[in-house]
Nanobody, 127 residues
Framework: QVQLVESGGGHVQSGGSLRLSCTAS????????IGWFRQVLGKEREGVSC????????AYADSVKGRFAISRDNAKNTVYLQMNSLNPDDPGIYYC????????????????????WGPGTQVPVSS
């Protein structure tokens, strides 16, 4: 019933920028957190960036800190991931994730905290 629809993936040159968008629907209760995970070749699925609904607290993976920025538009149930200075370690599948119907007391961007996942969007980077 909960649906997450990502958009914004596509080709970009190394050093370039992309902005991913994710629109969530299918629920009426407040969500706890929303964000982005990615599956990069040779690595475990990792949390890229997440943000809480209540106070906008954010978390970033060390590898993207200073380059990526997460934001949300509550009126549109939409979360964005602005990705700047893309490098060869960034290509992969990016998934929009949300924790809704429950609240995790742990740190943001823990894999098992998120109970709904979008289908993912491809982010290839060409040199």
């Amino acid at each position: 019933q909960v649906q997450l629809v990502e958009s914004g993936g596509g080709h970009v040159q190394s050093g370039g920028s992309l902005r991913l968008s994710c629109t969530a629907s299918g629920f009426t209760e407040d969500y706890y957190a929303i964000g982005w995970f990615r599956q990069v070749l040779g690595k475990e699925r990792e949390g890229v960036s997440c943000i809480t609904n209540s106070d906008g607290s954010t978390a970033y993976a060390d590898s993207v800190k200073g380059r990526f920025a997460i934001s949300r538009d509550n009126a549109k149930n939409t979360v964005y991931l602005q990705m700047n200075s893309l490098n060869p370690d960034d290509p992969g599948i990016y998934y929009c994730v949300i924790e809704v119907g429950r609240a995790s007391g742990g740190r943001l961007c823990l894999l098992y905290a998120y109970n709904y996942w979008g289908p993912g969007t491809q982010v290839p980077v060409s040199s």
